[in-house]
Nanobody, 127 residues
Framework: VQLQASGGGLVRAGGSLRLSCVASGFTSLTFDDYSIAWFRQAPGKEREEVSCISQSDGSTVYAESVKGRSTISRDNAKNTVTMELRRLKPEDTAVYFC??????????????????WGQGTQVTVSS
């Protein structure tokens, strides 16, 4: 499975971005068999989960740092997960990665359980 993340860029604080993750390369399984998450990593910091959407029931999980400012959604027909980030802050600056796992419930999935990762897309928020 290959994941292609896109949509990053340079934006002013208070602005919005929409990140997309398109998946391909499925064999016997399909996109809706996978839970998809967005992670981010800022320079000198550990990679952290930002949001996740489950394959099992479409439920979502958000980090406290983006709760209320972010919406994750999936379009299984297009093999795509989209995350909108609103009211961006300079501390949102990071490389954003999407990741996929066959595990079903986002709140129970740990970072090492994601099997496939995209290449990352840079988000830079200026103050």
């Amino acid at each position: 499975v290959q994941l292609q993340a896109s949509g990053g860029g340079l934006v002013r604080a208070g602005g919005s971005l929409r990140l997309s993750c398109v998946a391909s390369g499925f064999t016997s399984l399909t996109f809706d068999d996978y839970s998809i998450a967005w992670f981010r990593q800022a320079p000198g910091k550990e990679r952290e989960e930002v949001s996740c959407i489950s394959q099992s029931d479409g439920s979502t999980v958000y980090a406290e740092s983006v709760k209320g400012r972010s919406t994750i959604s999936r379009d299984n027909a297009k093999n795509t997960v989209t995350m909108e980030l609103r009211r961006l802050k300079p501390e949102d600056t990071a490389v954003y990665f999407c990741a996929a796992t066959l595990l079903g419930f986002c709140s129970l999935i740990e970072i090492h359980e994601y099997d496939f990762w995209g290449q990352g897309t840079q988000v830079t928020v200026s103050s």
